[in-house]
T-cell receptor, first 115, second 115 residues
Framework: AQSVAQPEDQVNVAEGNPLTVKCTYSVSGNPYLFWYVQYPNRGLQFLLKYITGDNLVKGSYGFEAEFNKSQTSFHLKKPSALVSDSALYFCAVRAPTSGTYKYIFGTGTRLKVLA | DTGVSQNPRHKITKRGQNVTFRCDPISEHNRLYWYRQTLGQGPEFLTYFQNEAQLEKSRLLSDRFSAERPKGSFSTLEIQRTEQGDSAMYLC?????????????FGSGTQLSVL
């Protein structure tokens, strides 16, 4: 069965500093990995994904994520955090070789960027 | 692209009553998903459709829950004999999973409160 773990409930970072939000996964075969962001009173929005190819993927709003197969991780990063990045971030996984289009989400990490 | 639309935005009901939610996906999207989210948790998979066919349903989903997608367009999620534990945000998402375009588009959700 596929699963995702986000080990940090909350990450605090000062504005202008680099940020990392951690995600590890468990899936049979090669995973498809995603990051979504949820702002207050708004629906989840897609940020970026890894399907295949380059391990470093770039997405919206200056975010990027690195796929690490040996560590089964897909950490979200941004070189310089903005106060407006404060939101709830979710990692998700799909197992394409399982024949399902079901996506499993992590429990989320709240990012607070302090001015 | 008018986005994924969910109605109603809020629903308050008494324990034991039936409720029905509606989701209108992005028009050309062939896959439609229902998730449930409670405070402090990530979206929990409930079920998904490809066109009008319901391809997978969570084993955690009680028989009180049923979803339909007639004609492969809008979808409804019905909860019969609601319980207080059903109180949650119900999220709908749609996708047109064509290789590298794979991603979910979420609606704003329906917040259910069971008194």
């Amino acid at each position: 069965a596929q699963s995702v773990a986000q080990p940090e409930d909350q990450v605090n970072v000062a504005e202008g500093n680099p940020l990392t939000v951690k995600c590890t996964y468990s899936v049979s075969g090669n995973p498809y990995l995603f990051w979504y962001v949820q702002y207050p009173n708004r629906g989840l929005q897609f940020l970026l994904k890894y399907i295949t190819g380059d391990n470093l993927v770039k997405g919206s709003y200056g975010f990027e994520a690195e796929f690490n197969k040996s560590q089964t991780s897909f950490h979200l990063k941004k070189p310089s955090a903005l106060v407006s990045d404060s939101a709830l971030y979710f990692c998700a996984v799909r197992a394409p070789t399982s024949g399902t289009y079901k996506y499993i989400f992590g429990t989320g990490t709240r990012l607070k960027v302090l001015a | 692209d008018t986005g994924v639309s969910q109605n109603p935005r809020h629903k308050i009901t008494k324990r034991g009553q039936n409720v029905t939610f509606r989701c209108d996906p992005i028009s050309e999207h062939n896959r439609l998903y229902w998730y449930r989210q409670t405070l402090g948790q990530g979206p929990e998979f409930l079920t998904y459709f490809q066109n009008e066919a319901q391809l997978e349903k969570s084993r955690l989903l009680s028989d009180r829950f049923s979803a339909e997608r007639p004609k492969g367009s809008f979808s409804t999620l019905e909860i019969q004999r609601t319980e207080q534990g059903d109180s949650a945000m119900y999220l709908c998402a749609s996708s047109l999973a064509l290789g590298r375009e794979e991603k979910l588009f979420f609606g704003s959700g329906t917040q259910l409160s069971v008194l």
